[in-house]
């Protein structure tokens, strides 16, 4: 079957400007979101990885973005 879904005590680590940021929730991470703290290029690390990976590679984190619009397109 698949996997259970993510705990809400899940807590990661995030990289803002080559600093390690955290531990946090996912609802403080959907709030940086929206602040912009963090977008789809933030490095994340949680217990159990390995490395630090893309946020777009966890599906839990994935999910926050979904939640907002896309940034508006640049006037060049």
Known sequence: ???????K????????NNQQNGPHTLDTIKFMIGNNQIN??????KQGMANW?????????KLLFDQFPPPPPQNS
Do not use: A, C, K, R
């Open 40 to 45: 789809q290029e933030t490095l994340v690390w």
């Open 53 to 61: 990976e893309n946020i777009m590679n966890q599906e839990d984190l």
């Open 9 to 16: 005590d899940v807590q990661y680590f995030v990289l803002i």
């Open 1 to 7: 079957g698949p996997p259970p879904p993510p705990s």
